[in-house]
């Protein structure tokens, strides 16, 4: 694993964009909503980048991860001075109606699933549509036969939404970046309540997937003093009863499975700042 990253100068920055899009609200209204977009340095509109989708924690907003973290200097940093492959990163958000942010672990259980339909249907054609990345065409078979360079992670309930989105789409998305937050698929913080059920159920979609191991990837983190430890931990030693579905090797050359948890990280932007940083590596590799 890579040593810790801490904020730096760096030679060469990438650029924050904000693209917009129109969805339904609760009320069947219009409503605009935006992402926004890391481009990496020396994006051109040519070259094709392979795309990570990183979404934000209960009561957040797409600039969470921005202002409370050093997210864009660690990617900068580590696009530009270690010469990990870069990829653009967009930062949505699953809240659609105003003044419904605020946690809500029901309201917010339910929105990260709803946000399924408004991933594949509108925001990745409006990302993908404008930004060069390597689907085709944004309709579902162009999400299909780019889904190998498609990566969703999320902190806390956009980790709930990054479990969400493995089990409903991953038709659009290979690799998963789960980060302190576990699958609500029983229940709010069922991976501690209802920990095999919970891990049954994503075994039983990985199945239903028709994807073989090596076509779906998971690296799940958190720490030791993290709110979210107990659900994470019960869930993940669930899964490792399901090795045919959830291979653990090392890495993701000969697995697809691979958890880390920190000592003593909490509950923070920084900390899952931390994990994007020693997951970037291993992103679109296999
Ligand atoms: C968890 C998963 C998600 C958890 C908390 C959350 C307490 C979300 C919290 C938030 O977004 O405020 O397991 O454990």
Not at 235 to 251: C, H, L, N, S
Request: hydrophobic share 35%; glycine share 10%.
């Amino acid at each position: 694993m890579r040593a810790k990253f801490h904020q730096c100068d760096v030679k060469n920055r990438g650029k924050i964009k904000r693209v917009t899009y129109t969805v339904k609200n609760s009320k069947g209204e219009a409503v605009e909503k935006y992402a926004n977009v890391y481009l990496p340095y020396g994006y051109d509109g040519v070259k094709k980048y392979n795309i990570l989708y990183l979404m934000h924690g209960g009561g957040g907003n797409p600039d969470a991860w921005l202002d409370s973290c050093m997210l864009k200097n660690m990617l900068d940093h580590s696009f530009c001075d270690e010469g990990v492959e870069p990829c653009i990163v967009v930062m949505p958000t699953f809240y659609t109606d105003t003044g419904e942010a605020g946690f809500d672990p029901d309201g917010d259980g339910r929105r990260t699933m709803a946000f399924q339909t408004e991933l594949k249907e509108v925001l990745i054609p409006a990302v993908e549509g404008k930004y060069c990345t390597y689907a085709e065409t944004t309709d579902a078979a162009g999400q299909k036969a780019s889904r190998m360079h498609r990566a969703f992670g999320g902190f806390s309930m956009g980790s709930v939404t990054t479990w969400n989105a493995f089990m409903e789409n991953m038709d659009a998305i290979a690799y998963f970046l789960p980060l302190s937050g576990d699958c609500w698929a029983v229940e709010p913080l069922g991976g501690k309540s209802h920990p095999d059920e919970t891990a049954e159920i994503l075994h039983d979609k990985a199945l239903a997937s028709g994807y073989k191991p090596d076509e779906y990837f998971i690296y799940t983190m958190t720490g030791t003093k993290d709110i979210a430890f107990d659900q994470l931990l019960g869930q993940v030693m669930a899964m490792r009863k399901y090795p045919d579905t959830f291979i653990e090797a090392g890495g993701f050359a000969a697995g697809n499975f691979l958890w880390h948890f920190e000592e003593e990280f909490i509950h923070s932007y920084e900390c899952v700042c931390q994990y994007v940083y020693w997951a970037l590596p291993w992103l679109f590799k296999a």
